[in-house]
C-alpha cells in the first residue's frame, strides 16, 4: 500500500497518510466556530475522543458534566456519553478533534 496525500479533511490543507497506517482506527480534524456557535449538536457514536483548544474558549459537554477550555487545554471523552463542544467566548474558538475507534 502507498501513502495517501489528501486535501479535503476539514481545516487541514494537506494530510498523508503513510503506507500502513489505518486509516479507520484515527480521525483528526480542525473546527472553528464563531461566538455562541457550535459545528452541530450534542452526539454519541463509537471510540474515544479528544477535544484540544488551540485559541479561544469553549466548553465541553459529557453527559450531565461540562468543563470550561481555553488555550492550550484539552478534555478526552468517551464516545458513547453524549458531548460536544461550543464557543462561550467572546472571539473565535480554533480546536482540533481527534477520534479514535
Given at each position: 500500500?502507498?501513502?495517501?496525500?489528501?486535501?479535503?479533511?476539514?481545516g487541514?490543507?494537506?494530510f498523508?497518510?503513510?503506507?500502513?497506517?489505518?486509516?479507520?482506527?484515527?480521525?483528526?480534524?480542525?473546527?472553528?466556530?464563531?461566538?455562541?456557535?457550535?459545528?452541530?449538536?450534542?452526539?454519541?457514536?463509537?471510540?474515544?475522543?479528544?477535544?484540544?483548544?488551540?485559541?479561544g474558549?469553549?466548553?465541553?459537554?459529557?453527559?450531565?458534566?461540562?468543563?470550561?477550555?481555553?488555550?492550550?487545554?484539552?478534555?478526552?471523552?468517551?464516545?458513547?456519553?453524549?458531548?460536544?463542544?461550543?464557543?462561550?467566548?467572546?472571539?473565535?474558538?480554533?480546536?482540533?478533534?481527534?477520534?479514535?475507534?
Amino acid at each position: 500500500m502507498e501513502k495517501e496525500i489528501r486535501s479535503d479533511i476539514k481545516g487541514i490543507n494537506r494530510f498523508i497518510f503513510e503506507a500502513g497506517a489505518d486509516r479507520d482506527q484515527l480521525h483528526l480534524h480542525i473546527s472553528e466556530v464563531g461566538p455562541g456557535q457550535r459545528a452541530h449538536p450534542p452526539h454519541t457514536h463509537d471510540g474515544q475522543e479528544i477535544f484540544y483548544v488551540f485559541s479561544g474558549e469553549g466548553e465541553v459537554l459529557f453527559g450531565e458534566a461540562t468543563h470550561r477550555v481555553s488555550d492550550n487545554e484539552a478534555v478526552h471523552v468517551d464516545c458513547h456519553v453524549l458531548h460536544g463542544i461550543r464557543n462561550v467566548g467572546e472571539t473565535p474558538l480554533r480546536y482540533a478533534v481527534i477520534i479514535a475507534k
